[in-house]
């Protein structure tokens, strides 16, 4: 399978696609956007409204993967549906703790 992250020197890079809006927050597995890049898409309670969608994305990925809300950073996407998500960790746990929630998901 194709994992929407890639590790970095402080961490990782998480690609999302987000649906705001939705009766709960969870993972929908992974989709290649047209690009060619892999996301994991994830369904948002929180509205598009005001940054609430990216604050809830944010909050979910942190919790889901065992890290602080203030080790992670929204980079790319502020106003799309499609992000890049910065998480800061050691970067072989982080990779192995998603594709677990990856394995979950699906």
Known sequence: PVCPARATAEGM???LRIAPGAARTAPLGVEVDAAGVARLKLRISAPPVDGAAN???IAWLAKALGVAKRDCA???G????SKT???KGASAELLAR???????AE
């Not at 502020?78 to 549906?81: D, E, G, V």
Request: aromatic share 0%; glycine share 4%.
């Open 13 to 15: 890079l998480v690609d």
């Open 98 to 104: 998603l594709e677990t929630l990856l394995g979950d």
């Open 74 to 76: 929204l980079t790319h």
């Open 78 to 81: 502020h106003k799309s549906r």
């Open 85 to 87: 998500v910065r998480i």
């Open 55 to 57: 604050a809830a994305a």
